[in-house]
């Protein structure tokens, strides 16, 4: 029998990036939940508990349903289930005029845009705890307020993302994702656009499209399924577990999803962070939205909005921050099959 070769370079047809997946290690998926974790260290009081005391609320909603109130005459409504405050320490800030200069020879900008903290209520419960009807009010939120910044002057990129637990970059353990809306499109999505754009310009379809029907022909990669949605270990994973959720139709621009595409994801988020909180025993991750920019007038109709989700299952090491590559110690088939059943 012919020795099994150590690792595996796989290549992302989006990114343009190798991933090694060492799968001479043939660790076993039940090892990564052994791991031990670091816990965010809170004090006596959680700031998001006294939300008061943090700035204002720009969007709220309660039980499902979107709050009215009149901000500066109200800070914080009363009754609240999910909520979005600026953020107390941003790194973006609105302002009318966007100032741009040089240093010498190199280009700077103002840091112009909006950062805020969606926060839901409950101190200890997460989303794979929270009601299907929590996780779609959360999902609302998110959607209603990507589309009240997206005509913003100066906006061209909303990002939303969430990091849970210390080693995914959380300083407060209370449940709670952010947005932060800026004034270019950053170097990850720019990447993920250009990959897309060159499939498209030379075979005339949706690269994303066409890895879905890949993938969801050969089943091993795919975790989860409804009718609207599929969450996949992506081929060429960059970390251990990661997955990937996809609208299931080509769908550019997540400011156009409906009702009931929200209601499909908020079931397709839940269950990915289910089976990993299951399976791995609550790791710490970071999941993101890629989505095509907004303004700017520019055609991203071959583009495909997806969730990432990233759990922290190793740290970045030298060799990875030296050539880019990343290393996943488990084969994404070896992930999916696992998630599959959890
Ligand atoms: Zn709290
Ligand atoms: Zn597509």
Redo the contacts with the bound molecule.
């Keep these: 029998m012919q020795k099994k070769f150590p690792s595996e370079l796989r290549y992302d047809l989006v990114s343009q990036d190798w991933v090694l997946i060492a799968t001479g290690r043939a660790r076993r998926p039940e090892t990564f939940g052994a791991e031990k974790r670091q816990e965010v260290k809170t004090g006596k009081t959680?700031p998001?508990?006294a939300l008061a005391k943090q700035e204002c609320a720009t969007i709220a909603y309660n039980k499902g349903k979107r709050v009215d109130f009149s901000r500066g005459k109200v800070c914080i409504p009363s009754e609240w289930t999910t909520i979005s405050v600026a953020n107390k320490y941003p790194a973006f800030a609105p302002s009318k005029s966007l100032r741009k200069r040089y240093v010498g020879p190199y280009p700077v900008m103002d840091g112009v845009g909006f950062h805020e903290v969606i926060i839901t209520k409950d101190?200890k419960k997460d989303i794979p705890q929270f009601s299907l009807m929590q996780v779609k009010e959360m999902i609302d939120l998110y959607h209603a307020r990507y589309v009240d910044l997206k005509d913003e002057d100066h906006v061209h990129y909303i990002s939303i993302f969430k990091n849970k637990g210390l080693q995914a970059g959380a300083s407060i353990a209370?449940p709670h994702s952010q947005l932060i809306a800026i004034p270019m499109t950053d170097p990850d999505i720019q990447r993920s656009l250009s990959g897309s754009y060159a499939y498209f310009m030379e075979h005339k379809d949706c690269i994303h499209c066409m890895m879905l029907e890949w993938d969801r022909k050969d089943k091993k990669r795919i975790v989860f399924e409804n009718s609207l949605y599929a969450v996949v270990c992506p081929f060429a994973s960059r970390v251990s577990f990661e997955m990937r959720i996809y609208p299931k139709g080509h769908l550019p621009y997540f400011e156009k999803t409906d009702e009931s595409q929200r209601e499909g994801l908020a079931e397709a988020l839940q269950m990915a962070l289910k089976k990993l909180s299951k399976g791995l025993n609550d790791p710490d991750y970071n999941y993101f939205l890629h989505t095509a920019p907004v303004g700017g007038g520019s055609d991203y109709g071959h583009y495909h909005w997806h969730i990432e989700i990233l759990p922290k299952t190793s740290v970045p090491a030298g060799f990875e921050l030296g050539t880019g590559i990343e290393i996943s110690t488990i084969e994404p088939e070896k992930a999916a099959a696992f998630l599959r059943k959890q």
Excluded: N, R
Aim: hydrophobic share 20%; with cysteine; glycine share 0%.
């Design positions: 959680c998001f508990d101190h209370h």
